[in-house]
């Protein structure tokens, strides 16, 4: 596993001027918590951040070295990235501290691989599923989850407790679908499908 390095200055400031003097300054305001730590507020630079996140890949574990009146490295996840409403910056960044023996959920993406025999016989692609929730390892974590379609005929389904990757438990229930093949639409159904399209893109005008 790639070891990706963040550098993060811990920080007392509070408030709305204390925000605005580290944008200034060429910060992004941040937080690291943990189930078993005291949030902590941070400041991580920009130009370091915009270098960073085009090497990051979701659910990625970074080592955080912390500076300033905490110090020391540890294991952290990105969990969200807020944007400012105005303006094309960032806002601020959450990140959680992570133990490398202890599970964690996440969130993984769902891709679909190969050409349905449904679809070859004019059946269409339904996908239930863009993501799915699942436990396990931090080191255990999956960058996706490939779901091969190539065997499914019109009518047949994937269904979550088909999925298996090992030291991976998934979180959803088993029973829901991932995707489906369905039939092709009638030329009835056609109609009326073309009409509330042209009816949706008239509201958007």
Not at 46 to 65: F, G, Q, S, V, Y
Not at 85 to 104: A, Y
Request: aromatic share 2%.
């Amino acid at each position: 596993m790639e070891e990706i390095l963040i550098k993060a200055e811990t920080r007392s400031g509070k408030g709305k001027s204390a925000v605005k003097k580290i944008r200034r300054e060429g910060g992004i305001p941040a937080v690291l918590y943990g189930k078993d730590t005291e949030s902590i507020p941070l400041t991580v630079s920009l130009k370091d951040w915009e270098k960073l996140r085009k090497r990051l890949k979701r659910n990625a574990i970074l080592k955080m070295e912390l500076f300033g009146g905490v110090t020391g490295s540890r294991p952290v996840m990105v969990k969200n990235v807020q944007r400012a409403v105005i303006g094309d910056f960032i806002d601020h960044i959450d990140f959680l501290q992570v133990s490398m023996e202890r599970k964690v959920e996440v969130e993984i993406p769902i891709y679909l691989i190969g050409e349905s025999k449904g679809v070859v016989d004019g059946g269409i692609v339904e996908q239930h599923l863009r993501t799915v929730m699942a436990e396990c390892l931090p080191s255990q974590i999956p960058e996706k989850v490939d779901v091969d379609i190539t065997n499914l005929g019109i009518g047949d389904s994937v269904h979550v407790h088909e999925i298996a990757i090992e030291g991976v438990k998934l979180l959803e229930n088993p029973g829901v679908a991932i995707v489906t093949i369905i039939p092709p639409t009638t030329g009835e159904e056609k109609v009326v499908a073309e009409e509330t399209v042209v009816a949706e893109e008239k509201k958007e005008e």
